[in-house]
């Protein structure tokens, strides 16, 4: 079984601009979860969707956004980006929703550099 | 609010030493969840291990064991006779009523052979 997959892995972009990172679930799970890592502030929880809903979220700005598709697939989005948004994004995958029950899978992240 | 607390940041030891990483945890919840992960250098989080707060039982798998105690609120991992491979950050992480993740700062561990 194929585990999570993120893409890209890694990504350079500039102050203002936007982008979009992609998350594909293990097969079956219906739950993706994502989350930022910094150095400075470890990792913090972004959001949750199940079921193409957002469930569940973290306190970061409106510019993080995301939505997830019939086939369980996600998409994050940062619009204006900002140096302090330069972290691994990791996404998370598990059967159900709700991280506490459902043990959930991890893809390798996607690196995002902001000059 | 919840809180996770790691209080370790690094660790360096030599192989097959015992190592042994502290957590201890904020919750105003009767009911949460804790959980260690493994980040190795790849960058990936692996899942090792969820406990819930109606169970006390320590646990072992292989070289590794789990001390949980709710009387001082601690989650502690210990790592039996380690070795060069163990070497990664470990974080320690609670879910309570708002269901979410909440990790701890993370302890690095280094094995040297």
């Known amino acids: 079984k194929a585990g999570v997959t993120q893409t890209p892995r890694y990504l350079i972009k500039t102050r203002g601009q936007q982008v979009t990172l992609s998350c594909s679930p293990i097969s079956g799970h219906r739950s993706v979860s994502w989350y930022q890592q910094t150095p400075g502030q470890g990792l913090q929880f972004l959001f949750e969707?199940?079921?193409?809903?957002?469930?569940n979220k973290g306190n970061f700005p409106g510019r993080f956004s995301g939505r997830q598709f019939s086939n369980s697939r996600s998409e994050m989005n940062v619009s204006t980006l900002e140096l302090g948004d330069s972290a691994l994004y990791l996404c998370a995958s598990s059967l159900e929703q709700g991280a506490r029950t459902n043990e959930q899978f991890f893809g390798p992240g996607t690196r995002l550099t902001v000059l | 609010a919840q809180k996770v607390t790691q209080a370790q940041t690094e660790i360096s030891v030599v192989e097959k030493e015992d190592v042994t990483l502290d957590c201890v945890y904020e919750?105003?919840?009767?009911?949460?969840?804790l959980f260690w992960y493994k980040q190795p250098p790849s960058g990936e989080l692996v899942f090792l291990i969820r406990r819930n707060s109606f169970d006390e039982q320590n646990e072992i798998s292989g070289r590794y064991s789990w001390n949980f105690q709710k009387s001082t609120s601690s989650f502690n991992f210990t790592i039996t006779a380690s070795q060069v491979v163990d070497s990664a950050v470990y974080f320690c992480?609670?879910?309570?009523?708002?269901?979410?993740?909440?990790f701890g700062a993370g302890t690095t561990v280094t094995v040297r052979a």
């Open positions: 969707y199940f079921s193409e809903t957002q469930r």
């Open positions: 919750t105003r919840d009767t009911t949460y969840y």
């Open positions: 992480a609670l879910s309570d009523s708002d269901y979410k993740l909440s």
